[in-house]
């Protein structure tokens, strides 16, 4: 059994900053690839960044340059680094990652979700 847990989420003003974490526990072999995600009302599900094995990263175009994801393995925790902040950027955000449980068992986790609101 494996858990995501985030936090950090909260109101900020527009050009503030706010910082995401998500910890892995549970039964980890090994971890490939955390991601955050995000919902806003009314749109689909996007990818904001991921961070691959060797800290290969990734983002959403809207980001780049504002956003800046990072991971510990040593904690089985990724970070979401979000500066410059837009209301556009306001959503639910959701952590994922993919998870060895062992050598051949590669399992998709999600964590529950954490609310940014960008507002004045």
């Known amino acids: 059994q494996v858990q995501l847990v985030e936090s950090g989420g909260g109101l900020v003003q527009p050009g503030g900053s706010l910082k995401l974490s998500c910890a892995a526990s549970?039964?980890?072999?090994?971890?490939?690839?955390m991601a955050w995600y995000r919902r806003a009302p009314g749109k689909q599900r996007e990818l904001v960044a991921d961070?691959?094995?060797?800290?290969?990263?990734s983002y959403l175009e809207s980001v780049k340059g504002r956003f800046t994801i990072s991971r510990d393995n040593a904690r089985n925790t990724v970070y979401l680094q979000m500066n410059s902040l837009k209301p556009e950027d306001s959503a639910v955000y959701y952590c994922n990652a993919l998870i060895y449980s062992d050598y051949v068992r590669l399992g998709n986790y999600w964590g529950q979700g954490t609310q940014v609101t960008v507002s004045s």
């Open positions: 549970g039964n980890i072999f090994g971890i490939d690839t």
């Open positions: 961070v691959r094995t060797g800290a290969i990263t």
